[in-house]
């Protein structure tokens, strides 16, 4: 697997378009390719106020358009204009329980917001496209040196889950999220598959993969009903934190684990086409905690007082899987992987973050300082 010294190499001065730039992931993306020295080119919805993305926005693009992934108008006029070498789709709905109260909306933009990218770039490079552009844009696809390298980031829920005990699904398992969160990002799945077979099956022009990640934990994550925010949540208000489903057990992993395993596979992707196809992004079965045991970790960390309340009675009203893994085993052999951070740094580099938000919230320019430089020694450690 290629350390950030090579992804350096790989990526100085190189274009990447990122969907989904202003989210969680996204910003720790934009900080991870601007250290290494990478071209970023972000399409997304304006960041929330208070975001991580909005407290560090003025370091992080200066080419970015503020639009909804489902506006193909906008999104392929954006891509004309940047041509990418890599294009990360990140866009999405990323909430289990929003998909509850919001399914329609998040079909919508799951499924529909990847068949508006795989549109955006055919209309891009003219693949299958019937129309000619006046500006004699026809001819783009037979211009590209090299392959556009591309990853469509799904997730861990995508596969048929019965909830087995020590099952770790694999790549060749079915597909077929239970829940409309989980069910939309298997249709994504299919959406890319789809397209890949139809308009991007000439590898010196495409290539394309999908990767899916499980759960990842980092500082400056706010989004709602997720256990690390709401930890968080609870020192700043100084309220007793209740944990539902304590005994729920789950896999977790930093936030630049899977980001740095995602720039491994379109590099090596955009060397060779054997690389590209569908991969899990999760720990080993020794980073699987309860809920329980997640909390009293990042507690620990932040050296907080906080008091907290276990459900001890799991929620039933929506069904939320109380076992899921990954089998890593193709990332292993295909890239040599290996894990990157442990846990004890997870928890301590999350806790450190979020503590910083805490103490900075009213002065953007220090913690923007002072999170970068942050980060960027963690960087120096890999």
Same mark, same amino acid.
């Given at each position: ?62 080419? @970015? ?53 795989? @549109? ?100 400056? !994550?706010?989004? @709602? ?134 103490? @900075? ?18 960087? !120096?450690?890999?």
């Amino acid at each position: 697997m290629l350390n950030l010294r090579k992804l350096k190499k790989f990526y100085k001065n190189k274009k990447v378009l990122i969907t989904g730039h202003t989210g969680f992931k996204g910003t720790y993306m934009c900080v991870l390719l601007n250290y290494l020295g990478a071209r970023v080119y972000g399409y997304a919805l304006k960041p929330e106020k208070g975001s991580l993305y909005d407290l560090l926005a003025s370091l992080l693009v200066k080419n @970015e358009v503020f639009a909804d992934i489902r506006d193909e108008k906008k999104l392929t006029s954006f891509m004309k204009k940047v041509k990418p070498d890599y294009i990360i789709h990140m866009a999405a709905q990323p909430l289990v329980l929003r998909g509850y109260e919001e399914p329609a909306y998040t079909y919508d933009v799951n499924v529909l917001g990847t068949v508006r990218l795989m @549109e955006a770039i055919r209309k891009t490079y003219n693949v299958g496209v019937k129309h000619r552009e006046p500006n004699g844009e026809a001819n783009r696809r037979g211009e590209l040196r090299e392959p556009v390298s591309i990853l469509n980031v799904t997730t861990d829920k995508v596969y048929e889950n019965n909830d087995l005990s020590n099952y770790a699904f694999k790549e060749c398992d079915k597909l077929c999220g239970r829940d409309p969160y989980a069910n939309s990002k298997s249709c994504s799945e299919l959406v890319t598959y789809a397209y890949k077979k139809s308009f991007f099956s000439d590898e010196k022009y495409f290539r394309i993969s999908t990767a899916r990640a499980g759960n990842v934990i980092g500082g400056g !994550d706010l989004n @709602e009903n997720r256990i690390i925010p709401d930890c968080y949540r609870a020192i700043k208000n100084r309220k007793a934190m209740l944990v539902r489903n304590p005994k729920s057990i789950r896999p977790y992993q930093y936030v630049l684990e899977p980001l740095i395993i995602y720039l491994n596979i379109l590099a090596y992707q955009k060397k060779n086409v054997k690389y590209a196809g569908s991969y899990n992004i999760g720990p080993d079965k020794k980073a699987c905690l309860t809920t329980r045991e997640l909390v009293e970790k990042f507690f620990e960390a932040a050296a907080s007082p906080i008091r907290v309340i276990y459900n001890r009675q799991k929620t039933t009203a929506r069904h939320e899987a109380s076992f899921l893994r990954l089998d890593n085993k193709l990332i292993k052999k295909t890239f040599g992987y290996k894990e990157i951070f442990k846990m004890k740094d997870t928890m301590r580099y999350t806790a450190d973050i979020y503590l910083l938000m805490l103490k @900075e919230q009213h002065n953007k320019k220090v913690f923007t300082t002072k999170f970068i430089d942050y980060i960027y020694k963690i960087f !120096d450690k890999i």
